[in-house]
């Protein structure tokens, strides 16, 4: 049976969205009702709430009106509280409109009572009453109740104290008609107090409810609501109401629902509030709503649909054009095919528009194949010419690869060649055997084209030095492998690469793993091998190590490219100045080494003397400043001082050290019997344990106070340091100082005191209180160009004032290169940090460098101070030394202030400020401040002065 795919696509559709719409508009209907169930949820418990704060006030009220009848009463004894009720009750019912009153004594009796309504008589009222009071153990405490007969009353017992001091208790009742009144104004509700009851009087009254044993006492809007209510019990019973059924009679529909009793005693019958509310307008409300979205669903679905059946029938439109257009394409009618499908350009496009435009490329293309048949012949033409175009190309490729491409026979005769390897020759060789020069490269040839003939192997490499038509030679890396040629027939294919240039680059990389890159001498490496060739042949020599002094100084002051000219002047006169048997390397940084052979002890000192002579020299930079340069050289005999390099080493090294002691300049032979040996042995021991403490962080700082003698107040501290070596002992500065300036570690000890002062300085000054520390700069670094930097930028790293600190500098820190400390000193003082010259009076410089350098400090050297109470002419030289240096506007400082009698002088004669032990040892800061803490500092972090 045929169903066009139309109406199948349009059943489909009209079902799913037939399906959906009702699901939508089955959410409608349920979101309305679930809006309705919200608003009769909401209305009960505002109805609940309502009551139970009625209630509350209601008994509030009643309690205070019991208080103030209470008070007037408590003035009069037993008799006379009777006969002022009497006179006073038809006063009070009237105003306050109570429906009873009465007073009870201490033992619960009825004293007195009056009532309107006959409720004196209603002895289950009075004995609730009574047994209320019973109950109850505590007589200061009022009591509510609700009771309910013939009506239902609000009951308050409320204690007082009599004129006898007895705790008395009146009590008072107040009809709760006014309750539904004042609930149906605040809610709009009406609230109906059923009582349930079977009194035989009540039975046949309108009020009665006999279905549900229960009597209409009151209620608001009584006259409408009540026959509501009866109409409910008629179909309902009295656990219906809880379940939140809509009751419709005759045009409207009400929400009957008892409501939770308030939180409050009943007594007598049982009461029940029952609320009866008018839904008529927000059920009919809800109706509308409903029918309204069913509407829209309906209408929704149909525009839907409509709009639906309109598209899926232009579309069927389209394929079935499609369809007879293809039907077309057997017949080869390509351009009617084309008509059919053709259709005018649109904004969307889909699938089937895509199809069209498909067909009609398809039927277009088929139409160009068509044409194409007839000219096959020209097309096999033209493969042809391709062809032959193709073999040229390969033959072009061939002759401009740039590696070496020979073919030979099974003979080893060359068939064929490329132009590369013709140009090595004038006229190409006839056989490949012909290229091979060495006996053994040719053996091993023929034996390997065996195996490749054999099939035993499929390829193989061969190393091959040949000689071009110039006669030079040209190292080639060949492979060979067999290959078949047009008629079949098996030939060898060899292709060589050219590794003349890597194997030069081999050569050269053998030379730098054996020379100095700089100086283009030998290094370590090629050092050791000298040595151990120098070892085999058994050979006497020597080796000589040299050091250029002060080569970091170099590198700092005039820059590294000045530093490398010196190194290569060095290694050109060395190579110079030795024999060719003899072997120069550079060792390490600005360390040289030479192996001098057949040299013993009678004929070494001349040659280390003309080695000395010649190498303390000098160069001039590009700039062209002259750079003075000297060596210090050591020397060791072999095999006298060590028969291995290690031992030789050492001992050579000592004697350039022992060289060293001696000056700058000068040059030394190891002698095992020289006592100053074992001096330069210490001397390494100190200088590792430097280099120990260094990496170990075995430095520590302890701070001594310098007082200002105005105010008897630290003015600020003195950084000292203090090395321990590996075993924790102490080594004393004016040992290893020294040492690390010659040893060129002085730097990295400065920079370790700068950091570590700087970094104390800071955390003091966490604590709320600035401190100023001196710090002793070596005369290498205060003369090296970055010295200014370094200081802003530990100062900065720690966030710490530049007036906090103080750089201390000698004499012979600056007489060497004055004009460079000088300009470092000038940046710091800018910056803010002060400076104090240190050891004045011992050294030669001038006054006229004093008043030249920017110095806030100056500290009359110890030799003058130990000794000054009984010398004289120190007392003479201190006083003239302070006044002049007070004059210039800076400051005095007198070192090794040691008891009270030196104070005292020192002061007499003018100078400003003491440090010494008598005025406070060297401790760590914590201990140094505590030592001082009755003293102030007289300078937190001022401006220099």
């Known amino acids: ?15 799913v969205s037939v399906l959906i719409t009702t699901l939508w508009a089955w959410q409608t209907v349920d979101r309305q009702l679930a809006i309705f169930d919200e608003e009769i949820e909401y209305n009960a418990r505002t109805q609940t709430a309502l009551l139970d704060e009625l209630f509350d006030d209601s008994y509030l009220k009643l309690s205070q009106i019991a208080q103030l009848i209470s008070s007037s009463q408590a003035s009069f004894d037993e008799d006379g509280v009777s006969s002022s009720f009497e006179q006073k009750w038809f006063s009070i019912n009237l105003l306050l409109e109570l429906d009873y009153m009465a007073f009870f004594d201490n033992d619960s009796n009825l004293t007195v009572q009056a009532s309107p309504s006959g409720l004196t008589q209603d002895e289950g009222f009075v004995g609730e009453l009574v047994a209320e009071l019973k109950r109850s153990s505590a007589h200061d405490e009022p009591r509510f109740f609700v009771y309910c007969n013939s009506a239902c009353l609000m009951v308050v017992l409320e204690p007082f104290i009599g004129p006898n001091g007895d705790y008395n208790t009146i009590a008072i009742a107040q009809n709760m008609s006014d309750l539904v009144r004042i609930f149906f104004n605040l809610s709009k509700s009406s609230v109906t107090m059923m009582v349930e009851t079977e009194a035989l009087e009540l039975l046949d009254s309108p009020r009665y409810v006999a279905e549900w044993s229960m009597f209409g006492w009151a209620g608001s809007d009584f006259t409408n609501v009540f026959p509501v209510l009866k109409n409910y019990a008629n179909e309902y019973s009295p656990d219906a109401v809880f379940d939140d059924e809509l009751f419709k009679t005759n045009k409207n529909v009400y929400l009957v629902k008892e409501l939770d009793k308030p939180n409050s005693k009943f007594a007598g019958n049982t009461l029940h509030f029952y609320s009866v509310t008018d839904k008529t307008e927000s059920y009919q409300e809800m109706l509308n709503s409903i029918k309204r979205g069913v509407i829209l669903a309906v209408i929704a679905l149909a525009i839907a649909l409509t709009f639906m059946i309109t598209i899926v029938s232009r579309l069927m439109n389209k394929l ?54 007839n000219f096959k012949n020209e097309s096999l033409a033209d493969q042809v010419a391709a062809l032959t175009r193709s073999r040229a190309f390969l033959t072009r490729l061939f002759d401009n690869s740039h590696v070496f491409i020979v073919t030979q026979d099974e003979s080893f005769k060359i068939q064929s060649t490329n132009r590369k390897f013709d140009e090595l020759y004038d006229a190409s060789p006839r056989s490949f055997c012909d290229l091979i020069q060495k006996d053994d490269d040719l053996a091993q040839f023929y034996g390997k084209t065996n195996e490749l003939f054999g099939n035993t192997i499929s390829a193989f ?18 492979t060979h492998t067999l290959v078949e040629d047009e008629q079949g027939s098996e030939i060898i294919l060899s292709i060589g690469m050219d590794q003349t240039q890597q ?65 290569v002047d060095i290694a050109e006169k060395l190579r110079v100045l030795v024999r060719s048997s003899d072997k120069i390397s550079r060792f390490a940084g600005d360390e040289f080494t030479i192996l001098l052979h057949s040299v013993d002890r009678q004929s070494l000192p001349e040659v280390l003397q003309k080695l000395n002579t010649s190498l303390n020299h000098s160069i001039t930079s590009d700039n062209g400043q002259i750079i003075h340069y000297s060596v210090s050289i050591g020397a060791a005999l072999f095999p006298e001082h060590g028969t291995d390099s290690e031992s030789l080493l050492i001992n050579a090294d000592m004697a350039m050290y022992h060289a060293k002691k001696k000056g700058l300049g000068y040059w030394h032979v190891f002698d095992t019997n020289d006592a100053r040996v074992e001096q330069i042995k210490n001397d390494h021991s100190v200088i590792e344990s430097i280099r120990y403490a260094l990496e170990n962080y075995q430095f520590k700082l302890v701070y001594q106070p310098i007082i200002s003698f105005e105010n008897d107040k630290v003015s600020h501290y003195e950084a000292l340091v203090r090395m321990f070596d590996e075993r924790g002992n102490m080594i004393s500065p004016g040992l290893f100082i020294p040492l690390a300036e010659r040893s060129g570690l002085i730097r990295k000890i400065d920079e370790w005191v700068l950091d570590n002062a700087v970094q104390e300085l800071s955390r003091l000054a966490c604590g709320g209180v600035d401190y100023c520390v001196a710090i002793n700069v070596s005369a290498p670094t205060l003369q090296s160009n970055d010295l200014p930097d370094l200081i802003v930028e530990v100062l900065e790293k720690h966030d710490v004032k530049p007036a906090s600190l103080i750089v201390e500098l000698t004499e012979t820190a600056y007489i060497e290169n004055f004009q460079q400390v000088l300009k470092n000193l000038r940046k710091i003082t800018h910056y803010g940090v002060r400076i104090a010259l240190d050891d004045f009076g011992v050294g030669f410089s001038s006054f006229n460098y004093l008043k030249m350098l920017p110095l806030t400090y100056v500290k009359l050297d110890g030799s003058y101070i130990k000794n000054i109470t009984q010398n004289p002419d120190d007392q003479v030289f201190v006083k003239s030394l302070s006044a002049m240096i007070n004059a210039f506007g800076m400051k005095t400082v007198a ?47 001022q401006s220099p002065v």
């Open 503 to 567: 194997k030069s680059a081999e050569t050269n990389l053998r030379w730098m793993a054996n020379h100095d890159g700089l100086t283009g001498i030998g290094n370590r490496r090629s050092f050791n091998a000298a040595f151990n060739e120098m070892l085999s042949c058994a050979v006497t020599g020597a080796l000589v190590f040299i050091d250029v002094n002060r080569f970091k100084h170099i590198n700092d002051i005039y820059g590294h490219n000045v530093g490398d000219q010196v190194l």
């Open 461 to 478: 490499q061969q190393e091959l030095t040949l000689l071009d038509k110039g006669r030079k030679s040209v190292i080639v890396s060949w």
């Open 320 to 373: 079935i054009r499609i369809t007879r257009a293809l039907l077309l394409l057997p017949k080869q009618e390509f351009d009617n095919a084309v008509a059919m499908v053709h259709s005018d350009e649109t904004l969307f496009e889909d699938e089937l528009s895509v199809l069209e435009k498909s067909t009609a490329h398809v039927a277009g293309e088929l139409k160009k194949l068509h044409h194409e048949i």
């Open 895 to 941: 070192e090794f202030v040691e008891d009270e009698n030196t104070l005292a002088m020192i002061q007499s004669l003018g100078v400003t400020h003491g440090q010494g032990y008598h005025l406070g040892m060297p401790k760590p800061i914590q201990e140094a401040i505590e030592e001082q803490s009755s003293i102030r500092f007289l300078e937190r972090a």
């Open 1 to 15: 049976m045929y169903i066009s795919l139309k109406w199948r696509v349009v059943i489909f559709i009209s079902v």
